[in-house]
Nanobody, 124 residues
C-alpha cells in the first residue's frame, strides 16, 4: 500500500516557477515508476511526466518538454516536478500517482495509487 501527498502548488505569474513535491508512504515506493498528471475542470486528466523507479528514465508530455523536470529521491520517498516558464494554460490541479513498474505503464493512467492533488494557478 502506498499513500501519496502532494504539496507546492500555488499562484504564480506567467513565466514563473513552482516546484511540486509528492511524499509517499509505504515500503514499495522505490520499486515503482511515478508520474505527474493534471486536470482542468470539465476536461480529462492529462499525463504530464513520468520517471522510472531508478530515476534514470523519464518521459514528458509535449506540453511539458523543455519546461518541466521530474525527479525523485528514493531515500526521502519523494518525487518532484520542477515547473519553469509557466503559462496560464498550465493552470490545473496536479496529481502524482504510482503503482506501475514502467514509465510506459504510468502514461496509461491505470495506476492504483493517487494523491489528492495540488492546485497550480498561473496568472497572465
Amino acid at each position: 500500500q502506498v499513500q501519496l501527498v502532494e504539496s507546492g502548488g500555488g499562484l504564480v505569474q506567467a513565466g514563473g516557477s513552482l516546484r511540486l513535491s509528492c511524499a509517499a508512504s509505504g515500503r514499495s515506493f522505490s520499486r515503482y515508476a511515478m508520474g505527474w498528471f493534471r486536470q482542468v475542470p470539465g476536461k480529462e486528466r492529462a499525463f504530464v511526466a513520468a520517471i522510472s523507479w531508478s530515476g534514470l528514465s523519464r518521459t514528458y508530455a509535449d506540453s511539458a518538454k523543455g519546461r518541466f523536470t521530474i525527479s525523485r529521491d528514493n531515500g526521502k520517498n519523494t518525487v518532484y516536478l520542477q515547473m519553469n516558464s509557466l503559462k496560464p494554460e498550465d493552470t490545473a490541479v496536479y496529481y502524482c500517482a504510482t503503482g506501475a513498474n514502467t514509465i510506459v505503464e504510468v502514461t496509461t493512467q491505470r495506476l492504483d495509487y493517487w494523491g489528492q492533488g495540488t492546485q497550480v494557478t498561473v496568472s497572465s
